[in-house]
């Protein structure tokens, strides 16, 4: 198990870094700005007051180290997907990752912004009260296929160093 832990760490670190990557090349190239982090920490923030749901986030009162707490929370994220992904396909594909799994994980993992970030956040079950949703959603899908190729090559690396 801690094995798993430390696999997933790696793994789902590294992941999340190609992710940002990917985002921070978005707003460089073609304007597209990324998510707020800060604005996820408030989110988070909120969660132990009961508040789960905002009509807008960017209008809730501000929480203390709301940036810290939500970046802290995207790469946490990063790393309890990897140990999904780790948990279902086992240690082999640790020790020879196959781009598949990595990829459809990181898909499939949009469902968490999709279903529960976005409504919690004000902006409705996956985008839909944005002004673009089409395109908020498309934005999130490339993140996450982001995240997918993250994991393979994330992995890929870790299995040449451990």
């Known amino acids: 198990m801690q094995a798993l832990w430390i696999d997933a760490l790696a793994i789902g670190v590294g992941a999340t870094a190609v992710m940002d990557v990917w985002a921070v090349a978005l707003k460089r190239f073609w304007c597209i700005p990324s998510l707020n982090y800060a604005m996820v920490g408030r989110w988070l923030g909120h969660l132990p007051r009961g508040t789960f749901s905002h009509t807008a986030i960017g209008q809730a009162a ?6 810290v707490l939500g970046w802290t929370a995207h790469y946490a994220i990063g790393v309890l997907f ?3 992904l780790l948990a279902l396909a086992g240690q082999e594909w640790v020790e020879a990752p196959t ?5 459809l994980a990181g898909v499939l993992s949009v469902a968490a912004p999709f ?3 976005q ?3 004000g902006a409705g079950l996956a985008a839909s ?4 949703p089409s395109a908020a959603r498309v934005r999130s899908l ?3 296929t982001a995240f997918g190729i993250g994991l393979y090559l994330a992995a890929l690396l870790w299995s040449t160093i451990r």
């Open 62 to 67: 501000p929480v203390r180290d709301e940036a």
């Open 82 to 84: 990897a140990a999904v």
């Open 99 to 103: 781009f598949a799994p990595a990829l």
């Open 115 to 117: 279903c529960i970030l």
């Open 119 to 121: 409504p919690g956040m």
């Open 129 to 132: 009260k944005t002004p673009h």
């Open 142 to 144: 490339m993140a996450h």
